[in-house]
């Protein structure tokens, strides 16, 4: 058979069916029933083995030409065998023969794609106005998994909505998390599965490099006229790279109007004043120094000048030091005009460091 091996005949040898091989001789399969065999015939789709209690039958795959081999019982039982005449075997008693002389093959069952769980998954982050899950929904293209942020307080559902509007025509531009959908009290972003700058145990260079990546899209939103005025740890989001995105963009701000007081508000947004460039700065100054040290802020820790009690971290220097007290002055006069300034200082210090 062309590209196949060529079996020799049958032969019957010492109760045993043997095929041997043209080539070499060599036995490539055998059969030997528990009982005395007494007849064998091979037909075009059959080959059929009797003993003297049973009956063996083996499909094959492909025809062979049909034969019959000698019944007789007292000759194939003798010492001397039988010679079965000129049946080449091809990939069909091949096949037969796998099923004679090994263990049945038990079909591979197929992989089943575990069932997937949609809607609401887990809790991501909330604040006193919103939560925010992750959700697997179905689409066109199959399961996607979004982060969904919801509205908790149906008071504030017109500033929500304008807020998230406004930020939505933002979806555009890079560094900023977009807003993929929209309602009156949620809005649909993004999943980002590296979370926010204020989740898990990263070490200090990683949280400077997404904190990097943030400042230069808050950057980039200044020179166009944009101020965010609620950045915070939780609004820099990051990617399975470790990048980061800016979130919250109109909808902090708005929302920060109504809580009391945020230990990364800078001083003119605690006095009831308009937030500029400046307020960004301070913000920034004070996600790098959380970013650095890892301490959640208070309100102690952060408005003193002494500083020396954060030398004890490891990347944390008196040249880091001067640059966020400069980005974190009482005075918006005083501190870096531009957040890429503050951001080219930033990693010089903590390079130096």
């Not at 062979?64 to 010492?79: H, Y």
């Not at 106005?129 to 998994?145: A, I």
């Not at 460039?277 to 002494?306: C, H, Q």
Request: charged share 30%.
């Amino acid at each position: 058979m062309g590209g196949h091996r060529r079996w020799h005949p049958l032969r019957l040898l010492r109760g045993k069916l043997r095929a041997l091989s043209i080539e070499d001789g060599a036995v490539e399969w055998s059969f030997q029933p528990d009982e005395e065999m007494t007849t064998i015939a091979v037909s075009e789709e059959t080959v059929l083995l009797g003993t003297r209690g049973e009956l063996h039958g083996f499909d094959l795959p492909q025809s062979i030409p049909a034969m019959l081999v000698e019944e007789t019982a007292d000759f194939l039982s003798s010492g001397s065998g039988i010679a079965l005449s000129s049946v080449l075997l091809g990939t069909g008693v091949f096949a037969a023969y796998r099923r004679m002389n090994a263990e049945p093959e038990s079909e591979a069952e197929p992989e089943l794609e575990p069932e997937l769980e949609y809607g609401r998954l887990e809790r991501l982050a909330g604040d006193e106005f919103t939560e925010t899950f992750r959700v697997r929904k179905r689409s066109d293209d199959g399961p996607r998994v979004v982060a969904e942020k919801r509205l908790t307080d149906p008071t504030f559902a017109g500033e929500f909505q304008s807020a998230v509007e406004r930020w939505a025509d933002l979806s555009d531009r890079k560094g900023i998390v977009p807003v993929l959908d929209f309602g009156d009290d949620w809005a649909e972003l993004p999943y980002y599965e590296g979370g926010s700058l204020a989740d898990g145990e990263r070490p200090p260079e990683e949280r400077i490099k997404a904190l990097s990546d943030a400042n230069m899209t808050v950057h980039r939103a200044h020179c166009d006229g944009l101020v965010h005025g609620g950045l915070t740890p939780e609004t820099i989001l990051l990617d399975g790279d470790g990048r980061g995105g800016v979130s919250d963009w109109e909808l902090a701000a708005v929302l920060g109007e109504h809580r009391d007081s945020s230990p990364y508000a800078a001083p003119e947004q605690v006095a009831g004043e308009a937030a500029d460039e400046r307020t960004d700065v301070y913000r920034l100054g004070a996600i790098a120094r959380f970013a650095v040290t890892a301490d959640a802020p208070s309100e102690k820790s952060w408005t003193t000048t002494d500083s020396r009690s954060l030398y004890g971290h490891p990347a944390y220097s008196p040249e880091l030091d001067d640059v966020l007290s400069t980005a974190m002055a009482s005075d918006p006069d005083d501190r870096y005009q531009s957040v890429v300034k503050f951001d080219d200082m930033l990693r010089w210090a903590v390079f130096r460091a």
